[in-house]
């Protein structure tokens, strides 16, 4: 049974930190890895989408890399900006016939001024 | 290109009744799947339709029901109400069945049970 966890929980961090959020995986036959940003009471923004096939992923100052044989998947975040605080959550399909997507638990981010 | 919408923003209910939740699409999606989201827990997958068929379906009850229309919009409902179903409900949206397509979420439901 696939199982997702982030850590940390929670994290707060000065503006213009370099910061890594990490996510674990125990089923590494997965497809693709996707990452989400998720403001307070609001729906999920897609962020970043790992195909099983790449290493790594560039989204302006987000880099996500996947590491299938480790179970891991990180999230690197350049010169953050107060704008970056919300939680991020990864999620993995959790079959290959449907879209169901397995989510971790989501690291809170708070970057202070 | 319009993303996906949900509707309603927000809704109360008392324990033991129904509730309907709609989704729309984004255009060119045939697929939908939804989630329920507990505060400060990630999603659940509750079920997804593709092509207006039940297409897999996670851990709920069959109170827990759904429907695809033609045009690919879809509408969860919900009967018997408990408390604990109080939760903020994600659609999404992917132009397929399988597991490589991205899915798109739109900005949810919150559904207070009281």
């Known amino acids: 049974k696939q199982e997702v966890t982030q850590i940390p929980a929670a994290l707060s961090v000065p503006e213009g930190e370099n910061l890594v959020l990490n996510c674990s995986f125990t089923?590494?036959?997965?497809?693709?890895l996707q990452w989400f940003r998720q403001d307070p009471g609001k729906g999920l923004t897609s962020l970043l989408l790992?195909?099983?096939?790449?290493r790594e992923q560039t989204s302006g100052r987000l880099n996500a890399s996947l590491d299938k044989s480790s179970g891991r998947s990180t999230l690197y975040i350049a010169a953050s900006q107060p704008g970056d605080s919300a939680t991020y959550l990864c999620?993995?399909?959790?079959?290959?016939?449907?879209?169901?997507?397995?989510f971790g638990q989501g690291t809170t981010l708070q970057v202070k001024p | 290109e319009t993303g996906v919408t949900q509707s309603p923003t927000h809704l109360i209910k008392t324990r033991g009744q129904q509730v309907t939740l709609r989704c729309s699409s984004q255009?060119?999606?045939?697929?939908v799947s939804w989630y329920q989201q507990a505060l400060g827990q990630g999603p659940q997958f509750i079920f997804q339709?593709?092509?207006?068929?039940?297409?897999g379906r996670g851990n709920f009850p069959p109170r827990f029901s759904g429907l695809q229309f033609p045009n690919y919009s879809s509408e969860l409902n919900v009967n018997a109400l408990e408390l604990d179903d109080s939760a903020l409900y994600l659609c999404?949206?992917?132009?397929?069945?399988?597991?490589?397509?991205?899915?798109?979420f739109g900005p949810g439901t919150r559904l207070t049970v009281t």
């Open positions: 999404a949206s992917s132009p397929g069945s399988r597991s490589s397509y991205e899915q798109y």
């Open positions: 089923d590494s036959a997965i497809y693709n």
């Open positions: 790992i195909q099983s096939s790449q």
């Open positions: 999620a993995v399909p959790g079959s290959s016939n449907t879209g169901k997507l397995i």
């Open positions: 255009s060119g999606h045939n697929t």
């Open positions: 339709y593709y092509r207006e068929e039940e297409n």
